[in-house]
């Protein structure tokens, strides 16, 4: 039991051992019997190896780094966290909002496992492979599998989730795309999940949005690929001023637009006293004249940007595109990554506080006034150093909401656009600047309450959420439940936030997907 005093003077040696933790000797023999490499603390890598994301979570002071290069080493870190009883991560890309993709035990890196072949319609793709280099491997075959805008966030980690993207309304989420799953369960054993009944077809549903990190450490993707489209790009940005008009009209085009447009909503503004802004952006897998008339479209309600505030690009080659999307598109493939993964790589950690939503219906009068107001109101927040916040909707719809809710375990497929809320500073930034735009953040997401649908995206972890397992996976909660005890009856897979395993008696769970 979690925190259950053991009493030295009757506990027998080998207890004392086991709940002291493993000794070095063990470090040592774990070392040994991998593949691949293990970083310790007091090892040159170590600074670098322990690194997340979020440099929020810089503290982090982890036993061990284990980079795995094989199912048979992950089976041997199991065991080896199965026999001391230590916590563990696995981690793909280090993205978890929670901090869970460390720990203070075990990592174990699938960063060795990288971008495979792709033959055909088919990409094999390693759980370890960043995403701008799973759009990189895939263009030169000219071929893509939707995925979404963070080059450095971990297909493992994207794919589990769902993975909501910029071609989702086109080609369905990331996860929809999955044909296989290579798999270390929590016994130690490897298996492949596909959608046959008889090769743990249950499983593979599991994975199809379950989330990272409750039911395995994956090793490989096979994906079915579509031939590479060349989107168009498009931007708009307008006066604070119209801000209500742009939202009412954007909210009835976007999710309703052709499958091939896909749209996102930005309302953002800085601390201390900075000003607000609303820009709308996007992509069209087809013609710019056809791309055109949908702007027409949509202008027609929200008026023309005004002075030239926007833009439509020609189709443009999809790894460049997707470089665009990234933030990427004036360094270039190569400096798209952090310099500690990739070499010339010259992006940086970036501190964060998020929170999400799905939205079922339009935003009222009321809720858009709810909406700018919040946003506004960080003009009067303390912040950090560069303090920002705001909120980015994505459009849904299309080829997402044309699967049922319950024929994979992503539940989100009524939504009309998602939601992320964010509040970010500069790296370094001290004081109580942070923690006030936290706060802000609280507010503004809690003043969304009534206009929410109440889900929130599994990928975008919160920790503040109280019933989160309920957020994350609706309807199938209860046959979430069930297979996570059937694959993990003896819970090795526990974060704050994993998939709570099925009660003996029964449960009852309203269904909200």
């Known amino acids: 039991m979690a925190g259950a005093a053991v009493d030295h003077a009757l506990a027998p040696a080998g207890i004392l051992a086991r709940a002291a933790g493993p000794t070095p000797a063990d470090w040592t023999a774990l070392a040994h019997d991998l593949s691949g490499t293990l970083v310790r603390p007091g090892d040159a890598q170590y600074a670098t190896a322990k690194l997340l994301f979020d440099p929020r979570f810089n503290s982090q002071h982890p036993a061990g780094i284990a980079y795995v290069k094989s199912a048979h080493d992950v089976s041997t ?64 075959k000219g071929r893509a599998v939707p995925g979404g805008s963070c080059p450095t966030v971990g297909i493992a980690g994207l794919t589990m989730g769902g993975g909501i993207g910029v071609t989702a309304r086109a080609y369905g989420l990331t996860c929809d795309s999955l044909e296989s799953v290579q798999i ?20 593979f549903w599991a994975l199809k949005g379950g989330g990272g990190g409750n039911f395995g450490v994956v090793t490989s993707f096979t994906f079915n690929t579509v031939t590479a489209p060349r989107p168009c790009l498009f931007s708009m940005n307008w006066p604070w001023s119209q801000a209500a008009k742009v939202i009412a009209a954007w909210q009835n085009w976007a999710p309703h637009a052709p499958d ?43 008026g023309r940007p005004a002075n030239g505030h926007w ?21 270039g493939y190569q400096a798209c990554h ?22 079922t219906t339009p935003l009222s009068g009321s809720g858009i006034n709810t909406l700018l107001a919040q946003v506004a109101s960080l003009r009067q ?23 049922a809710p319950g024929a994979t375990a992503f539940v989100h497929r009524n939504a009309l656009f998602g939601a992320q809320y964010t509040t970010d500073w500069k790296n370094g930034t001290g004081g109580n600047g942070p923690a006030n735009q936290l706060a802000w953040l609280r507010r503004f997401w809690a003043a969304m309450r009534p206009y929410a649908s109440g889900q929130a995206y599994q990928n975008y972890v919160d920790p503040d959420l109280k019933n989160y397992a309920q957020a994350y996976y609706g309807g199938n909660l209860p046959k979430l439940s069930k297979l996570k005890t059937k694959y993990d009856p003896t819970g090795l897979f526990t974060f704050p936030q994993s998939i709570p395993p099925a009660k003996t008696s029964s449960v009852s769970v309203p269904v909200t997907g």
Not at 281 to 292: E, V
Not at 311 to 318: G, R
Not at 338 to 359: C, I, M, R, T, V
């Open 77 to 140: 870190c199991l065991a080896f966290v199965r026999k001391f009883k230590i916590p563990f991560a696995a981690r793909s890309g280090g993205h978890s909002y929670g901090g869970w993709s460390g720990s203070s035990g075990l990592i174990i890196d699938v960063g060795n496992f990288k971008m495979g072949a792709v033959s055909g319609s088919t990409a094999v793709v390693g759980a370890g492979t960043r995403l701008i280099d799973f759009y990189n491997g895939l263009a030169a």
């Open 184 to 203: 270390v369960l929590p016994s130690g054993q490897a298996v492949t999940a596909t959608a046959d009944p008889k090769q743990y077809g249950d499983l």
């Open 260 to 302: 091939q447009l896909w749209s996102n909503l930005h309302l953002a503004c800085g601390t201390n006293g900075g000003s607000p802004s609303i820009a709308v952006g996007g992509t069209y897998l087809g013609s710019a004249n056809d791309a055109a008339a949908q702007l027409d479209a949509f202008w027609a309600k929200s």
């Open 311 to 331: 833009s439509l690009s020609n189709p443009q080659p999809f790894l460049t595109a997707m470089l665009v999307e990234a933030g990427c598109g004036t360094i």
């Open 338 to 359: 952090l310099p500690w993964y990739a070499s010339g790589g010259k992006l940086s950690q970036q501190p964060q506080y998020a929170k999400s939503d799905f939205f």
């Open 381 to 403: 927040v303390s912040g950090g150093t560069g303090g920002v916040g705001g909120v980015a909707f994505d459009s849904l719809g299309g080829a997402v909401n044309r699967v």
